[in-house]
């Protein structure tokens, strides 16, 4: 019987210290929503956030809505020929960036870009002391640090998602009107009568949602780092880890509650 | 002034504190030395909440900190940190007035980076060092930024965490006769840890020495030479042979 209470026991820890982490992350949410609606809010601090979150993100959004939005396009004309479905192109493009592809490719890329740069600063500035200096300094490093970066996670991401959608939109108008042979106002026109709002507000939603987790798991990594400089690496490796999972998870729960009810 | 009372900490099964028993008068220099690893640094941190002890109580002029009112609790304290702590995303007169433009004793910018240039003269740096960043400073300059930040608001009360280390013997010495003007001149209460002995002469009016979890031996810093502590004859002479195992 011990090799079945050895495998219990290599089960159980690992699902044991995940069920813990998860608590500990949900606590750190609750706790970042509490003080998002007590002042103080530090606008310097928001405005810090809005241009590293929002506008040093555009190229990498744009870059990659625009990549994957061509190489859309190309594969479902590729693919539909095989049942003589070439015509869908544009509708497939809009609905697939609008819907799916825009938001979680933007809360990955936010995930690789945002997440990892807050969980780093903020990691080395727990092994540097300069949190503990902060409360010395009367300030609460989760209003000085943690809310500004997730309330610009929650305004900013939708805002790029909307950005991602269009260029990607855009990326798969090139692609069919250049290569493929689509007429340009058929192709806009296709892809304008076919998006419906709630494929915009459900693109949207997921941006919020999915930026408020990039941001939320940066901070979290951050602050809960420790052992100096290989801390800060494995805070930053975890943050982006945790984020990208949760954003696709949260991707599976948000589709199955949009489009499914 | 501040006393710890029969303070415990553990992290994990590591017991770092293990009945600390401390009383620092109001006015004073209490320099707390003793080996690395032995809990200084957490004794300190365990003062300003930083770290929260498992049992026992600190007391600050007969309250409890750890019911006192955080924000106004905090305003009575500076703190120089081991290595500087200065945030490097703001420029080092920012760095200095951080606590002057925040909270309760925020003013007008302009004000704030007047007494933060004002602050830095005081110890030593000119005005063209308040717009650069700390990571344009050398270790010294920093060190002194950092003791600019503690002193900004004119606490009551200055905790400095091994307020020499990294630094050549010249750069400590300025930096301890500084301590030791600024505490004066203030009236402020002064807590120090270090292991470095020429700090410990500098700065203080009363040593503890902490080892093992509990202070070994505490007095004025005048009969520590003529203590007849083992523990502490070894850690001042810096001896290898004595009660202090040397690879702990």
Redesign the interface.
Known sequence: MSWLSTLLAAIGRPVLAGLGALGRISIFAGQTIAHMLRP?I?LKEIG?ALMNVGYFSLPVVGLTALFTGGALALQIYSGGARFNAEAVVPQIVAIGMVRELGPVLVGLMIAARVTSSIAAEIA??KV???I??L?????HPMKYLTVPRVLVGLIMVPALVGVGDIIGIFGGYIVGTQSLGFNPSTYLNNTVNFIEARDIWSSLAKGAVFGFIATLMGCYYGMNTSRGAAGVGRATKDAVEAAAILILAANFILTSIFFTI | MIELTNVHKAFGPKKVLRGVNLFIAKGTSMVIIGGSGTGKSVCLKSVLGLVKPDSGTITLDGEDVSRAERDSFLARFGMLFQGGALFDSLPVWQNVGFRLMRGSLKRPQAEAREIAIEKLRRVGLTPDVADLFPAELSGGMQKRVGLARAIAAEPEIIFFDEPTTGLDPIMSGVINDLIREIVTEMGATAMTITHDMSSVRAIADNIAMLHDGVIQWTGPVADMDASGDPYLDQFIHGRAEGPIEAVR
């Open positions: 103080p530090y810090h080395t500035m540097t002391e300069q503990d200096a409360v010395t300094l009367s300030t």
